[in-house]
C-alpha cells in the first residue's frame, strides 16, 4: 500500500468513524490529523446516532470515507451499511473490524464497502486506506485480499457483458496482475491521479464497486 504522503488529495477528505470502543475510536480520530492530511469532522459509537447525523447533513459536509466497526452496539455496521449508501451515495465505506469470517467479508463488499481492514493494521497502513479509499481505490488488508477474490470469483450473478477499450483492458490487465494505482501510473506513464480517473470510469463500466470485483468479473469472464 503507497503511504499516505505519497497520496495525499489537494484537499484533505472529510473522515467519520463509527466505532463502540472508546480508546481505539480516540485514538483512530488522532490518527485522522490535518498532519496526515484528513479532517475527521465526527465520531460516533454506534450506528444509529451516525445515520442519524448522516440524514441532517449535505454535501460537502458528508464524509468522503467513513470508518466503520462490524461488530457494533444495536445495529451492526453491515445492517448500517445500504442506509449509508443511500443517504450519502459518494461516500466510500472502509470496514474495520477483528473479524476476518469469509460471509462478512462477502457480505460487507456486497452491500457495498470499498474496503476491509482488520483492527491489527498498522496505523500507517490505516491512513493509506483512507487516502486510496478517497482517491475511489479499494484498500483492503493482504490477510483478507485473497479471500475476498476468491469469494467474488464464485458469484454467479449474471453481468451485462461490456467491451473494453485497449487502455481500459490495459488496465484491468495490471490490476489482475496485483499493481497498486502508483505503479500503474509508472507503468503507463501517467499521473496517479489520471489513473484514479480511468479506475473509477472502469469499475463504473464492469458495474463493480472495489479491485476485488473487477478481478473477480475478469477472471471469471476471461477479459484479459
Known amino acids: ?81 445500504e442506509d449509508v449508501i443511500k443517504l450519502a451515495p459518494e461516500c466510500r465505506v472502509v470496514i474495520l473490524t477483528v473479524f476476518e469470517d469469509d460471509r462478512k467479508i462477502s457480505a460487507a463488499i456486497s452491500a457495498g464497502a470499498c474496503g476491509y481492514l482488520v483492527k491489527t493494521a498498522h496505523p500507517d497502513e490505516i491512513v493509506a486506506a483512507i487516502h486510496e479509499a478517497a482517491r475511489g481505490g479499494s484498500p483492503m488488508s493482504p490477510i483478507i485480499a485473497a479471500s475476498v477474490v476468491k469469494l467474488l470469483a464464485n458469484l454467479t450473478k449474471p453481468m451485462t457483458p461490456v467491451a473494453l477499450s485497449p487502455r481500459e483492458r490495459e488496465m484491468l490487465t495490471l490490476i489482475v496482475e496485483g499493481l497498486s494505482a502508483k505503479e500503474i501510473a509508472e507503468r503507463i506513464g501517467v499521473s496517479i491521479h489520471t489513473i484514479d480517473t480511468h479506475t473509477r470510469h472502469l469499475f463504473k463500466k464492469l458495474d463493480v464497486r472495489s479491485r476485488a470485483a473487477a478481478v473477480a468479473r475478469a477472471l471469471r469472464e476471461r477479459m484479459v
Request: include cysteine; glycine fraction near 4%.
Open 1 to 81: 500500500m503507497t503511504p499516505y504522503s505519497d497520496i495525499a488529495p489537494a484537499k484533505d477528505p472529510i473522515v467519520w468513524i463509527v466505532e463502540d470502543h472508546d480508546i481505539l475510536r480516540n485514538n483512530l480520530k488522532r490518527l485522522c490529523s490535518p498532519a496526515r492530511h484528513l479532517n475527521c469532522t465526527e465520531t460516533f459509537a454506534n450506528a444509529e446516532a451516525m445515520l442519524h447525523r448522516l440524514r441532517h447533513t449535505q454535501p460537502p459536509l458528508q464524509p468522503q470515507v467513513l470508518l466503520m466497526d462490524v461488530g457494533l452496539p444495536g445495529r451492526s455496521g453491515l445492517e448500517a451499511l
